[in-house]
C-alpha cells in the first residue's frame, strides 16, 4: 500500500502502515533505536519510509533530545572565489555524518557575524565553524559565552590559540615556496602587494615575506593592499609603474590582487612575464585560465573544510582532546605568469599618477 497524499508523511502515518505503535517507528529510524526491533521490520519501515518521501522533523527531534543534528558556518565574503570549495568539504563530511549545514557570511563586518552567530543559535546549530574577517573579532568570545561548539577556519584571531579549535592553511610556507621559487628564476629584487594586515593572511604573509626575502638574499618593497581585491591588486601596479622600481618580480597577497595587477601591466604594455613576474596565492578556481595562466600559492581548500567539519563533529560528541591548531601545508603550482628575471630593471614603462612605494626592506 502506497499513500498518495500531499500533506508530509508523519511517523504516525507510517505506524498506521504497519500496524505498530509510532515508538516502534521511531526506532527503526534510529540509528541507536533500531536494535531495539527485529532487523527485517527495521528494514522495511525504513524502506516504506524513503518510499513515502518520510522526512524527519529536526526540531521535535531536538526538542526530545538537545540536538538539531545541523551546524552553521559563517564565511566572510560570498563573493571570494575561495570558499565554496571550503564549504564544499564542510559540506561533503557533515552530509556524511547526517547533518545538516546552514550556510551564512559577514560581508567582512563584525556587525552583521555576531548577527548571523545569533540567527544560528536562534536555530539550535549544535556547532559553529567560523571564518573570521578580522585578526581582533569579540564575535568569537560571544560565541565562547554562550557555550557553543566552535571551530576557527582559515583565518585566525589574536588571542584564539589555545582557546579554540582552528584549521588554517600554513601561510609561511606558501610564502617560502614563493622566494624560492622567484630567486630560483634569478629574480633578486620583488615588490609584495600585501594584503590587509588586520587580516591574518595579510600579516603572516607579509611577515613570512620579510623573513624569507632576507634569508634567500634578496631584496624587497611593499605595497600594501586594504583588501584582497582586484581594484586594490590594479592600484598597486599602477603605484609599481609610477615609481619604476628595479623590481622584476610581484607577489602578489592573493589571486585576485594579481589578476588586478596583471590586468594594469597587460594594458600599461608591460609584459608578463617578460618584464615583471606576477606570483598569486590561494589557488583560486580557474587560475589557470587567466592570461598568462597565474603561477599561485594553492591552498588545500576542500581539506580545510573537511578537517574543520571532523574536528567539529569530535567536539560536539565530546571526543574532542582538547583546542588543537592544525595547519595544512600549500603547494606552489608554477604557470606561465612567472619567468627567469630579465637582465636588468625592467623597460621603462608608461608613468601613471600615484605616489612611490613604500621603503625597502634591506636584505640583511
Known sequence: MVLARKDPVRIKDLAE????????????????????????????????????????????????????????????????PIFPPIVRGIQNRMDEAGLVTLIAYSDNRIDLARREVERLLGRRVDGLIYASAFLEDPVIDFCREQGVSLVLLNRSVRGARGLYHEVLNDE????????????????????HFNGPVDVLQGL?????????????????????????????????????????????????????????AVQV????????????????????PFSEMFDPPLTTVAIPHVQLGARAAEILLGEMQGESEGPLTVKLEPVLV???????????????????TETSLKPSIPSS
Open 17 to 80: 502502515h504497519f500496524g505498530v505503535s509510532p515508538s516502534t517507528v521511531s526506532r527503526a529510524l534510529s540509528p541507536k533505536g533500531r536494535s531495539l526491533i527485529s532487523a527485517d521490520l527495521a528494514a522495511r519501515i525504513r524502506a516504506k519510509a524513503e518510499e513515502m518521501g518520510y522526512v524527519g522533523d529536526v526540531y521535535a527531534t531536538g526538542l526530545r533530545t538537545g540536538r538539531t543534528r545541523t551546524v552553521g558556518v559563517i564565511i566572510p565574503d560570498i563573493q571570494n
Open 172 to 191: 609561511a610556507e606558501g610564502i617560502r615556496q614563493t622566494v624560492a621559487h622567484l630567486a630560483s628564476l634569478g629574480h633578486r629584487r620583488i615588490v
Open 204 to 260: 603572516e604573509r607579509r611577515e613570512a615575506l620579510r623573513r624569507y626575502v632576507r634569508e634567500y638574499g634578496l631584496e624587497a618593497e611593499e605595497c600594501e593592499c586594504t583588501a584582497f581585491s582586484r581594484e586594490e591588486g590594479a592600484r598597486c601596479a599602477r603605484q609599481f609603474l609610477s615609481a619604476r622600481p628595479s623590481a622584476t618580480a610581484i607577489v602578489a597577497g592573493n589571486d585576485l590582487i594579481a589578476i588586478g
Open 265 to 284: 601591466f597587460k594594458e600599461a604594455g608591460l609584459r608578463v612575464p617578460d618584464q615583471v613576474s606576477v606570483v598569486g596565492f590561494n589557488g583560486m
Open 334 to 352: 608554477a604557470r606561465r605568469s612567472s619567468g627567469p628575471a630579465p637582465g636588468g630593471a625592467v623597460d621603462d614603462p608608461p608613468r601613471a
